[in-house]
């Protein structure tokens, strides 16, 4: 009846969530490849803009942890996202390129452990669907 329509509610607002996540995950990654990019050829100004595109992104990954819940993995990660903040405002202070590969690799191996509970919250739900 009604209390079942709620739970399913909330389980998809949970996997809207880890959705989200990895959208940002992407975005990010996505920022730092063309930062890169930019880099290279020397414009500027553009690799300036796609890294402060790149720490907004983290910044809000950052935000959307959840200590009370995540415990020591979200403390860690909230670590992790702070330092990737850093080395990427010192890449673009820098024009470091090393920071940037440094935090590009960082951000695939995070994305690539939430894909993996993405797709598990997905297998969940349609078992639960069924």
Partial sequence: GRYQSVGTY????AADKLRLVHLMMQGARDRIAR???HL???EISA???QIS??????DGLRASLDE???GDIARNLGGLYDY???RLLSANLDDDMTALDEVAGL???VHDGWKGVVDQSDRILEANTQ
């Fill in 10 to 13: 909330s389980a998809v607002s």
């Fill in 35 to 37: 930062a890169k990019a």
């Fill in 40 to 42: 290279q050829r020397g």
């Fill in 47 to 49: 690799k300036g803009e």
């Fill in 53 to 58: 595109r790149a720490i907004a992104l983290v």
């Fill in 68 to 70: 009370s819940e995540g």
């Fill in 84 to 86: 990737m903040m850093r």
């Fill in 107 to 109: 951000m695939s191996e």
